[in-house]
């Protein structure tokens, strides 16, 4: 049974920073490639960041680069992110994903196949 927990969510002021962990299971974390998706209430669930298998191919969200950095522990079957110059805009449940690794790195919420139940950032003003 494949398992993604979620941790390190909370609440900040703006400006500050926050650290995302995801700890995989039930699955053999070196062969997908994982990523980071944000929902906001009233809002489709959104792309943030994704690394391939091996960390060598990395993408972000627009809105999110420069201040976001996404990275993985294959000895320790994580995936982290690290979120300064936090915004209250980037007030979100974080979901943590992973697909098989034998595509790129993807974008879409469809293409991925498993997903954790998510985490709270809330970024006051």
């Known amino acids: 049974q494949v398992q993604l927990v979620e941790s390190g969510g909370g609440l900040v002021q703006a400006g500050e920073s926050l650290r995302l962990s995801c700890l995989a299971s039930g699955l053999t974390f070196s062969q997908y490639n994982m990523a980071w998706f944000r929902q906001a209430p009233r809002k489709e669930r959104e792309f943030v960041a994704a690394i391939n298998w091996g960390g060598r191919s990395i993408a972000y969200a627009d809105s999110v680069k420069g201040r976001f950095t996404i990275s993985r522990d294959n000895a320790k079957n994580t995936v982290s992110l690290q979120m300064n110059s936090l915004k209250p805009e980037d007030t979100a449940l974080y979901y943590c994903?992973?697909?098989?690794?034998?595509?790129?790195?993807?974008?879409?919420?469809?293409?991925?196949?498993?997903w954790g139940q998510g985490t709270q950032v809330t970024v006051s003003s």
């Open positions: 994903a992973a697909h098989v690794a034998t595509n790129p790195i993807e974008r879409d919420t469809r293409r991925y196949d498993f």
